[in-house]
């Protein structure tokens, strides 16, 4: 039996494998109809411990138009999770029936977890305030395809960026490409984990840390704006006191460049005014698409299927 393939953290890939991915997932636009039944009699099983919308719903799309199908659960609760059993139980299960898994859990670590026990290929979905990688090749597809590159620019980082596991991704994946400066915005009670920054001093990137998002505006070619997340909080107080920090507005925007790219990996609350939705450096929707193409592209690769020239 061939070794199997997970993808839990984003450098769980290479370079070279993200480019690949990158490319089939355009490819995928340009001749959709070559792929319709590439994974017919597939099953992908989509365990979510935790309530999603993008990412349930992108993984199941994806694979219903590669012509498989999907099984699954949305919430623990409906699951035997909630009789108490184990995460290594339930993928091992689970291998039993689906050919391919995509998981998410609040706990961090559980898709390791789950890697080490599953007989099928697992991707994590999100895992707590871990990682996050398939909203990573998400990113990183919005960038290829808004920019034309994954190098040479200045990345604005904005909200919760002590929780967000999307931000945590991110970095770790631009970490690998040249000249990617970061700009760190974030109140103090919010910022980047001291094992994040340890990365981009290792890594030699240039970083810094700002408290207002109109002090960093004019240098960005990136805006990635982030929610506070009330459920990563253990204190409801601090939640309400720091969810309205930064709110991303068409006044605001006057400082930056026109061809700013702003993105959120979604779901919002309000950090980012309705108003803005309209200006065409709004890129968050077609964020969302890009992510069906890549977990399309993931779903191949992980399954060892090509599509025939």
């Not at 995460?87 to 689906?98: K, L």
């Not at 990183?140 to 808004?146: P, Q, S």
């Not at 109109?214 to 204190?235: G, K, P, S, W």
């Not at 006044?251 to 700013?260: G, M, R, S, V, Y």
């Amino acid at each position: 039996m061939s070794e199997i393939k997970n993808l839990i953290n984003i450098t769980d890939f290479t370079v070279e494998e993200i480019d690949e991915l990158i490319r089939v997932a355009d490819d995928i636009v340009e001749n959709h109809a070559a792929y319709e039944d590439i994974c017919a009699h597939k099953k992908l099983a989509t365990l979510f411990f935790e309530p999603s919308t993008r990412t349930r719903l992108s993984f199941e799309a994806a694979m219903l138009e590669l012509g498989g199908s999907v099984l699954g659960f949305s919430e623990a609760s409906s699951s035997s999770a909630a009789k108490g059993e184990s995460v290594s139980d339930t993928i091992r299960t689970v291998g039993c029936y689906a050919d391919i898994i995509a998981m998410r859990h609040p706990k961090e670590g559980a898709p390791i977890v789950a890697s080490q026990r599953t007989t099928v290929p697992i991707i994590n979905g999100g895992d707590g305030g871990h990682f996050h990688p398939t909203q990573t090749l998400t990113d990183l597809l919005t960038i290829k395809r808004k920019k034309g590159r994954l190098s040479d620019m200045t990345i604005g980082l904005c909200g919760d960026l002590k929780f967000g596991r999307t931000v945590h991704s991110l970095i770790e994946a631009m970490l690998r490409y040249d000249n990617i400066k970061f700009v760190l915005i974030s109140p103090h009670e919010l910022q980047v984990p001291t094992y994040v920054k340890e990365k981009m001093d290792a890594a030699g990137a240039e970083w810094k840390e700002v408290e207002r998002l109109e002090d960093a505006m004019e240098e960005l070619d990136i805006l990635y704006m982030t929610r506070v997340q009330r459920e990563r909080f253990f204190n409801e107080e601090d939640y309400v006191r720091l969810k309205d920090s930064y709110i991303l507005d068409l006044e605001k925007l006057q400082a930056a460049k026109e061809d700013l790219t702003i993105m959120h990996p979604l779901p919002r609350v309000n950090e980012i005014s309705v108003e803005v939705d309209d200006d065409p450096r709004a890129c968050y929707f077609f964020q969302a698409l890009c992510g069906k193409h890549i977990r399309m592209a993931l779903i191949l690769y992980l399954l060892g299927i090509k599509r025939e020239a």
